[in-house]
């Protein structure tokens, strides 16, 4: 387990010794207070105590900056060789994977953290659904990790960086967005299918506080076949078609 | 440690980047590994390592299989693979510990470690400066220090020297050498005159396959064949002296080398020497010999001929 501590303890190091980290903070910090408390269907304009715009607005930012936190994991390393220098340490294939993997993770996590204060005031407002903000935060966190895996994957089978971006949003989109739409358009088994493709379904149930096996289920299954997706795509390197 | 590397074959798609590979390396040797661009050096190495899975066959490392064990392997092996791939973004310390802490190094002696690295290889004044920003030399040595803190039996080193000035080259060369008196290493390289100083064992690779493997002594005399002479003969015309060359009888072959100078190049029958019948040819015809060297074969002229068939 100590490996994968100390690959991601390296890579989350050099998230903020570049300034992608803070970017994505100030970035994600500033969207997401300008939505619940300045603009749109703020705060102020539902005059309610809720964080409902909060997590609405995280849905999508969130989407859109976890490729490029995910797009240079894998692909970098590859890209420059460095690749092997860490595999021929004793570190295996998953140990490499799942320390990627956890360090985005961390990142989003102290990005979600910066987040509170939002919670705090709007708890000094008025009265707040404690249950569903706790149930929104974990919806995030699993959606982030999902997107992560997915991210993962997309950046461990090229060399190039915005090969990896655009893959990663390519696949991201179909859960966010386009998978609802099409259910609407299916009837019957197509569209039940279509809808619990969907990250979309799953998060809304979650935020709005309804905690279902089925959808910790649904992001577990998302999380587990893009981090094996990306371990087979490192193994790959000793299949030969023959 | 030793190196047993037995009948291993990797392919690429239908191409055999190995073909049938087998060598040792006997423990605290240090092995020159030799070939073209191309002929399987790198992945031989990164069979080694444990980073490419042959398809058939075994390597063996201080009895230690790569299929069976590969996180053992990969405790004792020191490796810095081809175009030394660091860290650019690093500072050279930082990055230290961290392969000090993916090596099982513990804790409190990973700071000591890192300080006996800095000076082994020289590191002191940069120690604190990015990878990126470290001349290639430098970072040549950090490559080295990776592959060496946590005091490895087993050192693969890819072309350590390739993109060096030639000052740089003897000094990793010693360093090297240096290191070497302890540890088993495998040192690839194209360039011959490298080879030659720092190994005591030469195995050479062409296409996958092993063509050549002994002493850099060895090799050339297995090479070396009939006596080659270059000599230059002044005081009469060149094509004089050519025909009287022929009629020696040791000489197996004349050619002419320049023709303005009188140097000719002499290939002498199998086992004799015509150097003694030159000199008496020239001391009986009054002509002055001015030259006479014999032409040692070269190992790059093994290698050529090794490599080319």
Known sequence: ?242 | MDIIVQNVTKKFGTQKALDNVSFTVKTGEILGFLGPNGAGKTTTMKAITCFLMPNEGDIKVGGYSIRENPDEIKKNIGYMPENNPLYKDMPVIDYLSFVAELQNIPALKIKGRILDMVNICGLEGEKHKKIGELSKGYQQRVGLAQALIHDPKVLVLDEPTSGLDPNQIVEIRELIRQIGKEKTVILSSHILAEVEATCDRIVIINKGKVVADGTPAGLRKQAQGREILKVTIEGADANTVFKALQTLSNVHLVDFLSKSNNTFELQSKENTSSRRDVFKMCVDKGWFLTELTPTETKLEDVFRELTLK
């Open chain 1, 1 to 242: 387990m100590r490996p994968i501590w100390i690959i991601a303890k390296r890579e989350l190091a050099s998230f903020f010794n570049s300034l992608l980290a803070y970017i994505l903070l100030i970035a994600f910090l500033g969207f997401s207070g300008l939505f619940t408390w300045l603009t749109g269907s703020d705060i102020f304009m539902v005059k309610q105590a809720s964080l409902q715009s909060f997590f609405g607005v995280a849905y999508w930012t969130l989407f859109f900056f976890i490729p490029a936190l995910t797009m240079r994991l894998i692909a970098e390393e590859k890209h420059t060789g460095t690749l092997e220098l860490v595999l021929t340490k004793p570190v295996s294939d998953w140990q490499f994977v799942l320390g990627k993997f956890l360090s985005t993770l961390l990142l989003i996590l102290i990005s979600l953290v910066l987040t509170l204060p939002y919670y705090i005031t709007v708890a000094n407002i008025g009265p707040v659904d404690h249950g569903a903000v706790i149930t929104g935060y974990l919806g995030l966190i699993l959606m982030s990790a999902a997107y992560i895996s997915i991210g993962l994957f997309a950046s461990s089978i090229t060399t190039n960086q915005i090969v990896s971006f655009l893959l990663a949003l390519l696949i991201g989109i179909f859960f966010h967005l386009l998978f609802s739409i099409l259910a609407r358009s299916f009837p019957g088994f197509a569209g039940r299918l279509l809808d619990y493709l969907s990250i979309d379904s799953h998060y809304e149930s979650i935020t709005r506080g309804v905690l279902d096996t089925q959808d910790l289920i649904y992001f577990f299954s998302i999380i587990f076949i893009g981090l094996f997706a990306s371990e087979r795509a490192l193994a790959k390197r000793n299949i030969s078609d023959n």
